[in-house]
C-alpha cells in the first residue's frame, strides 16, 4: 500500500499533521503492555518527524499519557491517552474527560481478583479506564466477554465496553480516538493542515473514519475490515514509511509554522 501515498511524501512537512497508535503500530505487541521498549532509533525518527513539523505529531493510544511519556522519554510529543479520555495539548496542557469513578473501582476489585485466579490474564488500570489482555489465555474469551459487559451495565452510562486485539477494556463513554484527533485539529500546530492517522486496531477505526471526513490518509495496519482505504503489513512496514516520511520532509525543508 505504501505506494499510493508515497507522491505525497515531498510535499512540505508544514501541511500535514501526523497521528500514531502505539501499540501494534509503532511497536510490535507483547503478552504485557509493561514489556515493550522503544529504541533509540525509533525515539530519533519521531523526534526528527516532530521537528520538521513543527510540532504536529501526536501520539493517540489505548495507554496513559503518563506511561506514553515513559516509553518514550526523554521524547515528549502531544499524547491523547486512554483513548481520549485524557489529552496532553501542544502548549502541555492536559485535558481529561473524567467520569465519577467510584463504580470503577468496584470493578478493578473484581477484576483484580479473576486475574489473580488465571495467571495468564493481564489486568492495566490506566486511571480511568480499566483493561484485560487476554493474550496469554484466548480460551478464556468466551466468558470474559459477558462478564465485562455485565460490569459495563452496573456501572451505568458513565462507561462503555471497548474490544480490542486480545483485549477487553472498560472506558468513558463519548470519548474515542476520533475524538482526540478532532480535538487537537483545532489547536495550533494541527490546526488547517491535512491529517494522517496510523493504527491496526478496531479502537482505531473511530480516528480512521474522522480523518475520513476531514478529507485525510488513514492507514490501517495489518490484516482485517477497516474503514481505512490504505494499508501497511506491520509495525516494521509503519517505521519504513515514516523514516521515507522523514527524509522527504527533510529534503523538503519543511518549517515549523
Known amino acids: 500500500m505504501s505506494e499510493l501515498l508515497e507522491p505525497e511524501i515531498a510535499a512540505r512537512a508544514d501541511g500535514w499533521a501526523l497521528f500514531l497508535d502505539i501499540d501494534g503500530t509503532l511497536l510490535e505487541f507483547a503478552a504485557n503492555p509493561g514489556a515493550v521498549t ?6 530519533q525518527l519521531l523526534r526528527g518527524l516532530y521537528d ?12 496513559s499519557v503518563a506511561d506514553a511519556d515513559s516509553l518514550f522519554a526523554p521524547l515528549k510529543l502531544c499524547v491523547a491517552g486512554q483513548h481520549g479520555a485524557e489529552r496532553r ?13 467510584g463504580g470503577l473501582r468496584l470493578a478493578a476489585e473484581r477484576l483484580r481478583r479473576l486475574a489473580a485466579a488465571h495467571p495468564d490474564l493481564v489486568l492495566e488500570e490506566k486511571g480511568m479506564n480499566i483493561a484485560l489482555h487476554f493474550r496469554g489465555a484466548p480460551r478464556l474469551e468466551a466468558e470474559l466477554v459477558p462478564l465485562l459487559e455485565r460490569l459495563v451495565s ?28 478532532e480535538e487537537f485539529m ?3 500546530p494541527f490546526r488547517g493542515r491535512v491529517p494522517i492517522f496510523i493504527g491496526d486496531d478496531l479502537t482505531d477505526e473511530y480516528g480512521f473514519a474522522l480523518v475520513n471526513r476531514l478529507g485525510g490518509h488513514s492507514i490501517k495496519v495489518g490484516p482485517g475490515a477497516s474503514v ?3 494499508r501497511l503489513a506491520d509495525a516494521p512496514a509503519v517505521r519504513g514509511w515514516l523514516d521515507r516520511l522523514a527524509k522527504g520532509w527533510k529534503t523538503q525543508g519543511g518549517a515549523p509554522v
Open 154 to 181: 452496573e456501572l451505568g452510562q458513565d462507561f462503555e465496553l471497548q474490544a480490542g486485539k486480545m483485549v477487553l477494556e472498560i472506558k468513558p463513554t463519548g470519548k474515542d480516538k476520533g475524538t482526540a484527533i
Open 186 to 188: 483545532q489547536e495550533h
Open 89 to 101: 495539548d501542544f502548549s502541555g496542557g492536559l485535558h481529561l474527560h473524567a467520569p465519577p469513578l
Open 52 to 63: 520538521n513539523s513543527g510540532g504536529a505529531v501526536a501520539l493517540i493510544s489505548g495507554r
Open 228 to 230: 481505512a482505504p490504505r
Open 38 to 43: 522503544v529504541d533509540p532509533d525509533l525515539a
